[in-house]
């Protein structure tokens, strides 16, 4: 019995250790390196990597080397089995005024060993309700957006790729 609650003791403490000291920061910056592939940069962003959690404040989107979007902050942060994402405030550029307005106020991305194929989204804002999964086994990501009438009439060019089925919107993309 000694012998199996030694064993436990050290797998925790191997998992918190490696959670701790895990070079967030790199990893981030693996993250961006992926992004670029797709044309996607992310620039001006300040990183914060504390001891328990990543947090990127403030930075600009660029997609296909034209101003996109901006977010106010990404607070990621990894528990036992438990890893989540916030990302707060994002502003989009709205190609009629050329001015930057925030269609969301939060969204969250979460994954959990208790599901370990699938991440899931949600996120809320003036741009409506929109929740989606990421399948890790068959490499697709759902989305699908309730959208809000500022959203159809001022961003109507962010759904270029989507679906409207009965008045909502759906994405689905295969990585």
């Not at 990597?49 to 404040?57: C, M, N």
């Amino acid at each position: 019995m000694k012998k199996v609650l030694k064993i436990i003791l050290y797998i925790l403490f191997f998992s918190f250790s490696f959670i701790l000291f895990l070079p967030k920061e790199n990893l981030y910056f693996l993250f961006e390196k992926a992004l670029k592939k797709e044309e996607i940069i992310i620039s001006q962003e300040l990183i914060d990597d504390k001891l328990l959690y990543l947090k990127i404040s403030n930075g600009n989107i660029i997609y296909k080397r034209k101003p996109y979007a901006k977010f106010e902050s990404v607070s990621i942060s990894t528990k036992f089995f438990f890893s989540h994402a916030k990302i707060t405030n994002i502003f989009f550029l709205n190609k009629n005024s050329s001015k930057y307005e925030n269609l969301i106020d939060i969204l969250s991305i979460n994954y959990s060993i208790i599901n370990p194929l699938n991440i899931t989204i949600k996120g809320i804002g003036k741009m409506g309700k929109m929740t989606g999964i990421i399948n890790l086994k068959e490499k697709i990501i759902t989305l699908e957006l309730e959208p809000s009438r500022l959203v159809k009439i001022d961003f109507n060019y962010l759904f270029n790729n989507w679906k409207l089925v009965k008045g909502k919107y759906y994405y689905e993309y295969q990585f």
